[in-house]
């Protein structure tokens, strides 16, 4: 099509370059194998109808040195194609002879991307949001390595900060209270914010934070540390070795629940490096020699307006504390300084509102902001029995990753945290992921298609039948309307990959394969009709081939979400 669009060009006068079109498979069957927007594309440029312009494309394409078998028109000026069945059965060839490599992207602007993700702050287990959000992140990362990137993964390491000194009060608290020093909070004040916070209850000091965290590993931490120190700490600020032993303790559980998923990362990036290494300051003297910071009420200002932006910002409270919005700009300063091409962020939706002036602000420091990107990931709701599971992270009152993993396996959770676009909200069915049975559980469903090829084989070895090298076997023995639908759709591998890789939605990859399933599933089921191992020697070899096909394209899809690829279920 790009020769036949050229020509046209040529033909009409016209030098310049050839415009980006879209060729891909239709939704319906009965609309071909390919659709191309190129004659729309062209409409006002050479204008001329587009659907005339469709019908000039089709003639300079012929039958492309019979690629294709025939070709129409459709709509406003698509043009449809349909591919000759030889050219389906090369397709075949090139999935056996690739193997591994079949899909992989040879992209001549690989980059140095670094794929930010999880980043949780050290208070607690990871939720749902976060496992999501893990899962997400790891498969944008293969992603973009199959498609021959360097890349790296970096968990930033949130260890600053408010959220952290509650974290040690709430600890020290604890400790207080198991050692009869202090007196646990009123259950009922905690739970309802407009009522006042005693001070003092049975004449003991309430020394729990009135928004301190409030999970059982809270008292856990406490516990070890009152039995290897005692009394020892009562004087220690809950900012000092309380902090630390509980944020040791929690993200050492963190990365336990991310190796259980297979999630692993090369750079653990420390927050308080920002502040130890003056690199928030320094942010702060650069953005004011752009005079883009100005003082207002006591407090330091972004002057965000300037980049377009519906509001300014304050970088340092009036206590003289930072913001988030600070050592943000001084992360992402520092991730570019350390010679990444691309930053994608692969955040909650509720980094949404921050994530323009992280990025507008990294642009006024001298860096592309096109080369700094955000890929969100809404919240996620279990539901169980048809019901919502209420879940509250402060109270710790949630179903945590590495209960849900324990329960439905690492591969059902990653394979369920996927199946939706990214910024679309997810309800993670409860009741669907424990499914045992293969035909009901989406991601059981392909893993045991990827089972059958080796059965199969099994089968073959025991009928002393050896499985067809890459040109060992008659492709043109494949003449069913199912067995060439089903070589079509693993030759839709590659355009599947590439969509997801760019777009950074790996949902489409999780579709793909529950396509290609749900169309070997069911031609092995048909034995009458799809016998596989047959007196037909060339026709044997020819589905075996057919077989191993399907085996490659699951076996890489499942391999890029992370998942097994079992050969017995």
């Not at 698509?78 to 050219?87: E, K, S």
Request: with cysteine.
């Amino acid at each position: 099509m790009q020769e036949a669009v050229r020509g046209l060009l040529a033909r009409s006068g016209d030098d310049g370059p050839a415009p980006e079109f879209a060729l891909e498979a239709p939704r319906q069957a009965e609309h071909g194998d390919f659709a191309c927007n190129a004659a729309m594309l062209l409409a006002k440029r050479l204008r001329q109808p587009p659907r005339a312009i469709a019908e000039t494309l089709i003639q300079e394409l012929g039958d492309a040195g019979g690629l294709v078998e025939r070709a129409e028109v459709a709509g406003p000026g698509f043009v449809n194609l349909w591919l000759a069945d030889a050219r389906w059965h090369d397709v075949l060839r090139e999935i056996l002879d690739q193997a591994g490599d079949f899909g992989r992207g040879a992209s001549p602007g690989a980059e140095r991307v670094q794929v930010e993700f999880v980043s949780a702050n050290p208070t607690g287990p990871l939720s749902l949001g976060h496992g999501r959000q893990a899962v997400l992140g790891d498969y944008v990362a293969r992603l973009l390595e199959f498609a021959g990137h360097d890349v790296t993964r970096e968990y930033y390491f949130n260890n600053g900060g408010r959220q952290m000194r509650i974290l040690g009060e709430s600890v020290k608290a604890r400790y207080l209270e198991q050692l009869g020093l202090a007196a646990p909070p009123d259950e009922t004040a905690l739970a309802d914010p407009k009522l006042p916070w005693p001070d003092t209850i049975d004449g003991l000091p309430v020394a729990f934070p009135r928004d301190g965290y409030q999970g059982e590993y809270i008292g856990e931490i406490a516990a070890r540390l009152q039995s290897e120190h005692e009394r020892a700490l009562v004087e220690e600020p809950g900012d000092g070795r309380f902090r630390e032993a509980a944020e040791a303790d929690i993200f050492a559980e963190i990365r336990a629940t991310l190796d259980a998923l297979g999630i692993s990362f090369d750079v653990y990036f420390n927050e308080s490096d920002l502040y130890q290494q003056g690199l928030l300051d320094a942010v702060l003297t650069d953005l004011r020699g752009k005079e883009l910071v100005y003082e207002a009420d006591g407090a330091v200002w972004l002057r965000a307006t300037e980049f377009g932006l519906d509001r300014d910002r304050v970088l340092v409270k009036s206590s003289g504390e930072p913001t988030y919005l600070l050592p943000d700009i001084a992360y992402h300063r520092e991730k570019f300084r350390r010679g990444f091409d691309r930053v994608i962020d692969v955040q909650g939706a509720d980094h949404k509102e921050q994530f323009p002036f992280v990025q507008r602000a990294a642009a006024a420091l001298g860096f592309e902001a096109d080369r700094v990107e955000l890929v969100m990931n809404q919240f996620v709701t279990l539901t169980a029995g048809g019901k919502t599971v209420k879940q509250s992270t402060r109270k710790a009152t949630f179903v945590t990753v590495d209960e849900l993993v324990e329960e439905v396996g690492a591969d059902v959770f990653r394979f369920f945290m996927v199946e939706r676009k990214p910024d679309g909200h997810l309800d993670f069915d409860l009741d669907l992921a424990r499914e045992k049975n293969w035909r009901k559980n989406p991601s059981l469903y392909v893993q045991y298609a990827h089972a059958r090829t080796y059965g199969i084989e099994r089968k073959a070895a025991e009928a002393r039948v050896a499985m067809p090298a890459a040109d060992g076997f008659d492709a043109a023995r494949l003449s069913l309307p199912e067995e060439l639908d089903l070589v079509k759709k693993l030759g839709e591998f590659p355009h599947v990959l590439a969509r997801a890789t760019e777009s950074r939605e790996p949902h489409h990859v999780a579709y793909y394969l529950r396509d290609v399933a749900g169309l070997f599933n069911p031609y092995i089921q048909d034995k009458d009709r799809h016998e596989v191992l047959s007196d037909d020697a060339d026709l044997t070899a020819a589905r075996l081939a057919l077989v191993l096909a399907v085996r490659t394209v699951l076996a890489n899809g499942l391999s890029l979400l992370g998942l097994t690829a079992p050969e017995r279920m």
